[in-house]
T-cell receptor, first 110, second 117 residues
Framework: RKEVEQDPGPFNVPEGATVAFNCTYS??????FFWYRQDCRKEPKLLMS???SGNEDGRFTAQLNRASQYISLLIRDSKLSDSATYLC???????????FGTGTRLKVLA | EAGVTQFPSHSVIEKGQTVTLRCDPI?????LYWYRRVMGKEIKFLLH????????ESGMPNNRFLAERTGGTYSTLKVQPAELEDSGVYFC???????????????FGPGTRLTVL
């Protein structure tokens, strides 16, 4: 079983739709959680960190459920420019290394 | 502020040859990481430097890979001799000192796409 699991998609949604991605992690010692965005043939870029209390940044909302060991990302009012791969990333306590999921591919259609 | 830079952006070599990848982290970032993505797989950790010291080498696949960070500034990753399965995208990332809130965010470079024929 992979340490970080994501549905690879693709999720094809129309502009303006709301879409949600989930990610599960297996290591209960995981301490930091992130969503990164990766465009085709580009580097991963931080979208947002995920905190226990949940956090929101404009159209993006991230949630963390430690009891069930999953992280979610909600995108409201999808834009064409949101089309990308969304990477779930976890860091365990006592280590600096990131553990990546395979990514969820989103396509927003006109 | 300049981001993480990597050189070259692409490299095509034949099996058995040697390739050296370079990474320049963000200025002031003590932590430097190497990751790799092979086709169809997730991005995987290779190793972590704190300044010039190797902190964690647990992801290095074998002794054909050698990473250095002399002087604690830029880093090189050498693959010698290269094998077909080494093909993929090699990302470098850096982060500020420590793991306090917010400082564990890693900033990635554009990657080096390595093709071994």
């Amino acid at each position: 079983r992979k340490e970080v699991e994501q549905d690879p998609g693709p999720f094809n949604v129309p502009e303006g739709a709301t879409v949600a991605f989930n990610c599960t992690y297996s290591n209960s010692a995981s301490q930091s959680f992130f969503w990164y965005r990766q465009d085709c043939r580009k580097e991963p870029k931080l979208l947002m960190s995920v905190y226990s209390s949940g956090n929101e940044d404009g159209r993006f909302t991230a949630q963390l459920n430690r009891a069930s060991q999953y992280i979610s990302l909600l995108i409201r009012d999808s834009k064409l420019s949101d089309s990308a791969t969304y990477l779930c990333v976890v860091r365990s306590s006592g280590t600096y290394k990131y553990i990546f999921g395979t990514g969820t591919r989103l396509k927003v259609l006109a | 502020e300049a981001g993480v830079t990597q050189f070259p952006s692409h490299s095509v070599i034949e099996k058995g040859q040697t390739v050296t990848l370079r990474c320049d982290p963000i200025s002031g970032h003590d932590n430097l990481y190497w990751y790799r993505r092979v086709m169809g797989k997730e991005i995987k950790f290779l190793l972590h430097f704190v300044k010039e010291s190797k902190q964690d080498e647990s992801g290095m696949p074998n002794n054909r890979f050698l990473a250095e960070r002399t002087g604690g500034t830029y880093s090189t990753l050498k693959v010698q001799p290269a094998e077909l399965e080494d093909s993929g995208v090699y990302f470098c990332a850096s982060s500020p000192p420590g793991l306090a809130g917010g400082t564990d965010t890693q900033y990635f470079g554009p990657g080096t796409r390595l093709t071994v024929l």
